[in-house]
């Protein structure tokens, strides 16, 4: 029983690990796009809804917080 207990707290670091890296890569993408915007408006906005990301992003961080916070 120890053992699965073990298992499933190594399962939660890598949901924890994969969800930090999608949380700086949506980071990185939004701070890009919304650079991007400034200096030349609409290059972005005509494809991509930035809305939507910027949701993405903030579910990811949030559930990224919920599961450190259950960790400890």
């Not at 670091?13 to 609409?42: G, H, M, R």
């Not at 910027?54 to 400890?72: C, D, E, R, T």
Request: proline content about 1%; aromatic content about 6%.
């Amino acid at each position: 029983m120890a053992e699965n207990q073990g298992n499933n707290k190594i399962e939660k670091n890598k949901i924890i690990i994969v969800l930090e890296e999608s949380f700086n890569i949506l980071s990185l993408a939004l701070l890009s796009f919304i650079i991007l915007e400034i200096l030349k408006p609409k290059i972005i906005l005509a494809y991509i809804n930035i809305n939507f990301l910027l949701l993405v992003w903030l579910s990811v961080g949030i559930l990224l917080l919920v599961l450190i916070k259950k960790q400890k």
